[in-house]
């Protein structure tokens, strides 16, 4: 990705700092975080209910609904978002919000603020809930990439241009464009990479432990 990014400097002419450099604080921010993360979810794995009462004491509402939720689907296409996380930062996220409290009334009651989480029932929805989680606690600590122009290009350069930074794409783009699509970059790739890091550290070492309790363990 970082050499298509550079390839794509080149022919554009633009000059911008490499992709995935940090800053010092941005990183220290980003360690600090991932550690925080890190101790919850070893806390509740692999229990998905328990993930989403630690969540939502945190204060981000966990709404799980089947994939057949084909309303709930319509609503969040509409406003120009995707399942997962939705910032407030959305440029129409009250009105969302609106159709949410509509569709569940249920939920009406929470306090949706700080964002919501989105999750269709699927076998992967711990791990689907803790990169989306991990995105909130970014969010929540000011890191920059969410806002909603950088959503946006983000959902552009990942869907339109399959991931690949296209000199179609960086032409239409200025200087400030640019450094928000970069850090919406960012952000996605730390998270899946700490994602990457708990099935190393945390998911499979368990389901290992567990097996070899019942004296199933693969090596």
């Avoid at 554009?12 to 550690?35: H, N, Y």
């Avoid at 009105?95 to 509509?102: E, G, H």
Wanted: neutral net charge; contains cysteine; proline residues 4%.
């Amino acid at each position: 990705m970082s050499q298509q990014f550079y390839s794509s400097q080149k022919q554009t002419g633009m000059t911008t700092p490499d992709l995935f450099v940090s800053t010092a604080k941005e990183k220290r921010i980003v360690q600090c975080l991932q550690a925080e993360v890190k101790e919850i979810i070893e806390s509740c794995y692999p229990d998905t209910d328990a993930l989403i009462a630690i969540i939502e004491d945190m204060g981000l509402p966990v709404i799980t609904a089947k994939s057949s939720d084909f309303q709930l689907k319509l609503s969040i296409m509409v406003v120009g978002s995707h399942p997962g996380f939705i910032a407030p930062t959305l440029h129409k996220y009250e009105t969302f919000i609106d159709a949410l409290k509509k569709h569940m009334p249920t939920k009406a009651h929470l306090d949706f603020s700080k964002g919501v989480i989105i999750a269709f029932e699927n076998k992967n929805l711990f791990t689907f809930l803790t990169y989306h989680f991990y995105h909130w606690m970014a969010y929540q600590q000011g890191l920059p990439g969410y806002e909603e122009k950088a959503r946006k290009f983000y959902n552009t350069f990942n869907i339109k241009y399959n991931g690949r930074l296209h000199p179609d794409f960086l032409e239409k783009l200025d200087y400030d464009e640019t450094s928000m699509l970069r850090m919406a970059i960012r952000r996605d790739k730390e998270a899946l990479q700490f994602v990457k890091h708990l099935l190393d550290a945390v998911f499979i070492p368990l389901n290992n432990g567990k097996l070899l309790d019942k004296g199933q363990a693969q090596a």
